[in-house]
């Protein structure tokens, strides 16, 4: 029984010590003003941002957290347009048809691969082009995608979300509408630090509702 106890205790330090590691102000922040209506988990990123890169093709940042995260636990990424010139604004109108379709997971490598690294996505026929070749899509299915009033209203609703919580920066992820992760309060020394600090402090902060 005293084992159980000893256990028992050891396991609620564990807990506390777990939490106690995340501090407002430090490895996140709350938002001055909640914002109601949000996904639960909302991650903003750019196609054309470095960082962004970085985050989703070499520390696989967004694969760590969705598998962190509880049961159920959606992450929503929008696409920003401050980025890319007026290719910027056409790149999140093509998110807007990957979410409709279903197709995110399909065309996130390629097309961030095509604009950083071999610069075969310039504009929106070879933007649509991969499209095609990498979602197997139809250039009609697209076409039609595009021209929708679903995927007008979510290019809307990425600016929307954008301007609702004063965005500044990419990658940037906020969590039920309140807070912000604060990318540089995290563990940085090293990249495997980085990314399990990253997942757990969202996990922590889904949790806190």
């Known amino acids: 029984m005293k084992k159980i106890w000893f256990a028992l205790v050891g396991l609620m330090l564990a807990f506390s010590a777990s939490a106690a590691q995340f501090t407002d102000g430090k490895q996140y922040v709350t938002l001055p003003k909640p914002i109601a209506g949000e996904p639960q988990v909302m991650e903003f990123f750019s196609f054309f941002c470095p960082h962004c890169y970085q985050f989703e093709r070499v520390y696989h940042v967004s694969d760590a957290v969705k598998k962190n995260l509880p049961a159920n636990t959606k992450v929503t990424k929008y696409h920003v347009d401050f980025l890319g010139g007026d290719f910027g604004p056409v790149v999140t109108h093509a998110w807007a048809v990957a979410m409709a379709l279903g197709v995110e997971d399909k065309v996130t490598a390629p097309i961030f691969d095509g604009i950083q690294k071999t610069q075969t996505v310039t504009d929106a026929a070879s933007l649509k082009d ?19 009033f679903a995927v007008k209203a979510l290019v809307a609703q ?12 990419v990658p940037a992820m906020f969590i039920n509408g309140k807070y912000m992760v604060n990318n540089g309060g995290l563990d940085t020394s090293s990249m495997d630090n980085f990314v399990a600090d990253y997942a757990n402090v969202v996990k922590f902060l889904v949790e806190k509702n």
């Open 158 to 169: 990425q600016q929307k979300a954008a301007s609702d919580v004063n965005l500044q920066g």
């Open 130 to 148: 991969t499209f095609i070749k990498a979602a197997g899509i139809t250039s009609e299915d697209y076409d039609a995608a595009w021209n929708s």
